[in-house]
């Protein structure tokens, strides 16, 4: 059995308008949240019949059905998430417990995970994470969780538990368990162009490639992990790094990776083309100080996330009520 931690956590409106500019300035894109996101409603057709339904309540609804799933911590905006779901989490038997992305993070937690408060703050992702694994049956047993973003309706139970099934030959080895959704176009149904690499791992996926022997793979709603087992105090720069959505982001990536000893990653992925899984795998885990397996998987619909784009709301919402993305 497993423990699911929902990060439903938000960002103060000086971020999201820093993002908002970041988001138009480099992706040409109109920003269209101002609110909570976790609780945009989407509607969706159900039994042939509409429906309007919070961000977050799509996936809760997958994790209460889901019989690997023992237990969940949502952490966000404790009151806003009673308000709008309480009724909703009520019906069902399963343990749900709601933690305020506002909380310090106890002091026992602090100790336990050597944690540097100023690297991670209490409403980061970073403390966000940590409170909510602290809070789940997997804390005190120090086993692996599996953390779901709020952002992706469309994710199905049916690709949770093929994820859960792999990575059971990896957890005790491995701190962080990814899976890499393969991409076979050169942009998916949100126009957002895969990550090209070669795939050296031992999961073969189709017979597709470019030139230089690569395959495309975009992030999914999952990441499986034990905090125990990697340094919590790197997460929050990890998480500002992942989207390279600027220059100085971009440089801060290439210092990082060379520290790591990798010279020029910039040139290894776009000149020379021959950046693999097992090399993106290991400069990851180098950074977190614990072992990093990427799970190359298909199940394109995990991930189309909601970041908060005009494009993202009426492409998702489309495929919500007529299932026209991709199958698993």
């Not at 609804?61 to 709008?84: A, P, S, T, Y």
């Not at 709020?150 to 990896?170: C, I, Y």
Request: aromatic letters at 10%; one cysteine or more.
């Amino acid at each position: 059995m497993v423990s699911a931690i929902v990060m439903a956590g938000y960002n103060n409106k000086r971020e999201v308008k820093r993002y908002s500019r970041i988001v138009a300035e480099h992706y040409g894109e109109k920003f269209i949240e101002t609110g909570y996101k976790p609780l945009r409603e989407f509607s969706s057709v159900e039994n042939g019949r509409q429906v309007s339904k919070p961000l977050l309540q799509y996936t809760l609804e997958k994790l209460f059905e889901n019989d690997f799933i023992d237990d969940i911590v949502i952490v966000g905006h404790q009151m806003l998430l009673e308000q709008r779901l309480g009724d909703f989490i009520q019906q069902f038997d399963k343990p749900c417990r709601l933690i305020n992305q506002s909380l310090k993070i106890p002091e026992d937690v602090v100790r336990r995970f050597k944690i540097v408060r100023r690297k991670v703050k209490y409403s980061s992702i970073a403390g966000n994470l940590i409170k909510g694994y602290a809070a789940s049956n997997a804390g005190p047993d120090q086993k692996h969780a599996l953390f779901v973003a709020s952002d992706s309706p469309l994710t199905t139970n049916e690709f949770v538990n093929r994820f859960l099934e792999v990575v059971q030959q990896f957890k005790g080895e491995a701190a962080i368990l990814i899976p890499a959704i393969l991409i076979e176009e050169g942009r998916d149904m949100l126009g957002r162009p895969p990550l090209r690499l070669i795939n050296d791992s031992s999961f073969k996926l189709g017979d597709q490639k470019d030139g230089s022997g690569r395959q495309g793979f975009r992030l999914s709603s999952l990441i499986y992990a034990n905090p125990h087992m990697f340094d919590i105090n790197t997460a929050n720069t990890a998480y500002n790094l992942r989207k390279c959505l600027n220059p100085k982001v971009q440089l801060k990536l290439f210092q990082i990776t060379r520290g790591l000893g990798y010279q020029n990653v910039y040139s290894k992925y776009f000149l020379r083309k021959d950046l693999s899984i097992r090399e993106t795998a290991n400069i990851v885990g180098a950074f977190f100080n614990g072992r990093l397996e990427i799970i190359p998987m298909t199940g394109i619909k995990a991930t189309y996330d909601y970041d908060g784009t005009d494009q993202e709301y009426r492409m998702i919402t489309r495929m919500l009520k007529t299932n026209q993305a991709d199958e698993s």
